[in-house]
């Protein structure tokens, strides 16, 4: 039998005697995956993104895949009249998308939350039991309690299961201060091990999210590095002076951008901070683009304090993604300081493959700030200081020369690192290879 060797550079589980990873299966032997997902296209951010992506890149491949979803709310967390009903089937990108029930609040609370999630894990396992037969499974987290469930379904069916942790939802309800410990935290940790436990590989998006997941007694013959990728398909560095930059009569103006989700996780706190240190600087705007749950109050925030010099921007059509981002001259992850290791900014690639500078409120010793440092992509200041941050924008504003080569470095990273050529292989690698030890079907 041949030894298995972790390679974290590679993001997936190589044979030592073959000295390469598997190529996927093609044509008539490609194997059939099931990818489980509360999120998919058309959602423009978040894991919709990237469970849309793979499944598209594996279906252009051979694959057969059926992607079993809910019904598109997020990030404005509203479902449109036409999808409050139990279940969709429709065919996009060559991928058989299946969309289940899951209630969508109106307003967001820790309940609420719980209720919302264990109604897509209900609908969902229904239509996962009564759907076709997969070779591998593919569950995404979170929701965490999809991983139990749909786990033990995938073992009556004969079917592997990967599980796979864009967010340790219960190391974040806790470090984000939304819920405290006590029994129902208690219970989330121990319905988190029994998840990896029941599955046959588990994967996260980073080395530090893994070493976590790996401090919770994963073996680690178990683990599977699979980074999110950039959209380097769509994004390329661009000239400043674009459409978007007319449209909102930004001017000349050094634009310091944050674009994506408008969460807590976000830190978006922070921003506006270093908005109100650097309100004199009128050559500087700071433009906030997305949707989210926090958006109101930032921009009730903004008004009351007289933010003249911070701009808010609906979400663009992904189709615009580039443009946007070109659009800023400095690019900003402003990260809470307790969310460290427990996430890791997806936006991080796309701003790369943008060949925008970056400043990021990370510890150093974060995956955010190692990875900053590594690719010599940007600058990274501590998350508690509005003053730091403050000072990292202006040294970048007043070095044209420096942000140039911020950019170009971490264009170069993205490109050897982070590009969609680099990292879906090595998905459609570990899934293929967890697809031929498949058993048979026991129903």
């Known amino acids: 039998m041949k030894a298995r060797a972790f390679d974290p550079s590679l993001g997936v589980v190589a044979d030592r005697d073959a000295g390469k990873t598997a190529a996927p299966a093609r044509s008539r032997a490609a194997p059939r995956i099931a990818?489980?997902?509360?999120?998919?296209?058309?959602?423009?951010?978040?894991?919709?993104?990237?469970?849309?992506?793979?499944?598209?890149?594996?279906?252009?491949?051979?694959?057969?895949?059926?992607?079993?979803t809910g019904f598109p709310y997020y990030p404005h967390w509203k479902k449109v009249a036409a999808d409050r009903r139990l279940y969709r089937s429709e065919r996009l990108g060559g991928v058989a998308v299946r969309r289940h029930y899951l209630y969508v609040p109106a307003r967001l609370s820790a309940l609420r939350r719980m209720l919302h999630e264990l109604s897509f894990v209900a609908s969902v396992s229904l239509g996962y039991l009564l759907g076709p037969r997969a070779d591998c499974t593919m569950i995404v987290s979170p929701p965490l309690p999809l991983g139990v469930v749909i786990g033990l379904l995938a073992r009556l069916r004969g079917s592997r299961t990967l599980f796979h942790v864009q967010d340790l939802q219960p190391d974040a309800a806790i470090e984000f201060g939304?819920?405290?410990?006590?029994?129902?935290?208690?219970?989330?940790?121990?319905?988190?091990?029994?998840?990896?436990?029941?599955?046959?590989?588990?994967?996260?998006?980073?080395?530090?999210?893994?070493?976590?997941?790996?401090?919770?007694?994963?073996?680690?013959?178990?683990?599977?590095?699979?980074?999110?990728?950039?959209?380097?398909?769509?994004?390329?560095?661009?000239?400043?002076?674009?459409?978007l930059r007319a449209q909102w009569a930004l001017g000349d103006a050094l634009i310091?951008?944050?674009?994506?989700?408008?969460?807590?996780?976000?830190?978006?706190?922070?921003?506006l901070n270093v908005a109100a240190l650097l309100r004199e600087r009128r050559d500087i705007v700071f433009l906030i683009v997305g949707d989210g749950g926090e958006s109101a109050r930032l921009q009730a925030r903004s008004r009351r304090e007289g933010l003249s010099n911070v701009r808010f921007a609906s979400l663009q059509p992904r189709e615009r993604?580039?443009?946007?981002?070109?659009?800023?001259?400095?690019?900003?992850?402003?990260?809470?300081?307790?969310?460290?290791?427990?996430?890791?900014?997806?936006?991080?690639?796309?701003?790369?493959?943008?060949?925008?500078?970056?400043?990021?409120?990370?510890?150093?010793?974060?995956?955010?700030?190692?990875?900053?440092?590594?690719?010599?992509?940007?600058?990274?200041?501590?998350?508690?200081?509005?003053?730091?941050?403050?000072?990292?924008?202006?040294?970048?504003?007043?070095?044209?020369?420096?942000?140039a080569r911020l950019g170009d470095n971490g264009s170069r990273y993205m490109r050897e690192t982070l590009a969609r050529d680099v990292v879906l292989p090595h998905f459609a690698a570990a899934l293929s290879r967890l697809a031929r030890h498949a058993p048979e079907s026991l129903v």
């Open 35 to 68: 990818l489980v997902s509360i999120n998919h296209r058309p959602e423009l951010t978040g894991i919709a993104v990237y469970t849309a992506g793979l499944a598209e890149f594996l279906a252009s491949r051979g694959w057969s895949v059926d992607v079993y």
């Open 178 to 243: 939304l819920l405290r410990k006590g029994p129902l935290t208690a219970a989330l940790f121990a319905l988190e091990r029994w998840t990896y436990r029941l599955s046959h590989r588990v994967s996260s998006i980073s080395e530090a999210m893994l070493d976590r997941i790996r401090a919770k007694g994963v073996p680690e013959d178990k683990l599977v590095l699979l980074r999110n990728w950039a959209d380097d398909d769509l994004v390329r560095p661009g000239d400043r002076d674009t459409p």
């Open 321 to 403: 993604l580039s443009e946007l981002l070109a659009t800023g001259d400095i690019a900003v992850i402003p990260q809470l300081e307790r969310a460290s290791d427990i996430v890791l900014p997806s936006k991080l690639a796309n701003i790369m493959a943008a060949g925008r500078p970056l400043v990021a409120a990370a510890h150093a010793t974060s995956e955010l700030g190692r990875i900053v440092a590594r690719a010599e992509c940007g600058l990274v200041v501590d998350p508690g200081s509005a003053e730091d941050f403050a000072n990292a924008v202006t040294n970048l504003a007043s070095d044209g020369a420096l942000r």
């Open 256 to 271: 310091v951008l944050y674009a994506g989700n408008l969460g807590v996780k976000q830190g978006l706190e922070l921003l």
